[in-house]
Each structure stands twice: as structure tokens, then as C-alpha cells.
């Protein structure tokens, strides 16, 4: 074990418009994200965005890309275990006024304290400060590209 | 890895169970066997099919566009409090 810092990466939240870019087939956010994986940084897969990219690109190359994405070997998928996490999702969609898709993804990074990985800041940011700690948010984009 | 057929034990849910002996019965399969093998050809092959096309994702990408993406989510991971 190492005595350096301590200090571990925390887990990245991969939220619908990321789930999204997958399912599209977007080189770069996935080629982002498998460089990720050769360096072992953890991420997770809220089971309810993974929903809703399916049902954004409704493809059988879509569905693979999102069942690849889990197969990764530092990924894994958050799932709505319980009753409990059940309440606590609708707590979240009415607090927020979320999409169920985006607040399972709000849900798991606050309940791990994680960070959002995105390609939509702007909407995460609008919603930071819905619940009791504040989001916190990575946006994926190319500092080099104009915003649009 | 040997090409022998292994025995294998394994369980199996009831609803699968009736499935795979229904597959038999009326001649789709010949045996239990047969559709767990394909049963898990299948998964081989589209294991490998996701797998592919993340492979053909990385070859198409613009690797100084991805360093330059890869750059400003690490410098917000940086910024980001220690937990």
C-alpha cells in the first residue's frame, strides 16, 4: 500500500449526456474514457442514465457501446437497490425537478460525495445547489473547440 | 485449452431450465448441452462485438484533441475538495 498522500481519486459519476456520447459513438468522450480506464481511475455508471442513453439511441450498436462501457474494468454500475434508495430517488426528483435519469446521477454523487463527469455543465451547475451539499461537477470539453 | 467437451455442473434457474428442455423438445436444440453452448457462443460474440467497436472508437479519435480533454478534466479534478 502506498504511504505518500493517502489521497485516492475519487470515483467520476458518468451522467446521461456522457452515457449519451457513448451511445452515439463519439470517439473522443470514449476514447477520454478509456484512457481513464489504462489508469485505473474508477467510475460509475448510475443503472438509470445508462436507461436513458439506451433510450436516446435506440440501436443494437448503441446497447453494445453501453454494455461495453460496463465491461470496462474499473467501472461499475450503480443500481437502485432497495426501497430506501428508491425513496431517496424520488426525494431527489422532487427536490431537484430532475429527469429521473439525471437524478439518479445527482443521487449517487451525493450520497458517494463524487464528482459529475459531463458534457452539460451548464444544467449541473443550475442544479448545484438543490440539495443539502453542494454538486460537484468535471466537465468534459475541449479547451481548444468554442463553447456551443 | 483442451477441445474436449468438460462435464460441467452448474444451476440454473427454473424458467431457463423449462426454456432449454422446451428448445428440446421441439427440436430447436438437441440437447440442454447445446443451448448452453450457444447460449454462451452468443455472449462470446457480443462480448467481442462491444469490445470492437470501443477498439475502432479509439482509432478514430484525434489523439491531441483527447490529450487537450483529457488535460482540463484533470485540472478540475485538481481544483475539486479533498475528500
Known sequence: ?148 | MSDRKARLTITVDPHLTAYAEHLVETGKASSVSAVFNDAMEARIQRERRQRRLWKEAAERADPAKVARMMAHVDAQAAALPKR
Not at chain 1, 505518500?4 to 481519486?9: H, I, K, L, N, P
Not at chain 1, 458518468?14 to 452515457?19: G, N, R, T, W
Not at chain 1, 426525494?91 to 446521477?105: K, N, Q, R, S, Y
Request: proline share 6%; hydrophobic share 45%.
Open chain 1, 1 to 148: 500500500m502506498s504511504e505518500d498522500s493517502g489521497a485516492t481519486a475519487p470515483p467520476y459519476i458518468v451522467d446521461l449526456s456522457v452515457a449519451v456520447a457513448v451511445a452515439r459513438f463519439d470517439a473522443s468522450v470514449m476514447t477520454l474514457i478509456q484512457g481513464y480506464e489504462a489508469r485505473g481511475q474508477s467510475l460509475v455508471l448510475p443503472v438509470l442514465a445508462l436507461t436513458g442513453a439506451s433510450l436516446d439511441v435506440r440501436t443494437e450498436d448503441a446497447d453494445d457501446l453501453l454494455e461495453g462501457l460496463e465491461r470496462l474494468e474499473n467501472a461499475e454500475v450503480a443500481s437502485l437497490r432497495d426501497a430506501e434508495q428508491a425513496v431517496r430517488l424520488a426525494a431527489v426528483i422532487a427536490t431537484t425537478g430532475l429527469d429521473p435519469w439525471d437524478a439518479h446521477v445527482a443521487a449517487v454523487a451525493d450520497a458517494a460525495v463524487c464528482p459529475i463527469l459531463t458534457l452539460d455543465a451548464p444544467k449541473w451547475r443550475q442544479h448545484s445547489g438543490d440539495l443539502d451539499e453542494p454538486l460537484h461537477i468535471i466537465e468534459i470539453a475541449d479547451p481548444d473547440e468554442p463553447a456551443g
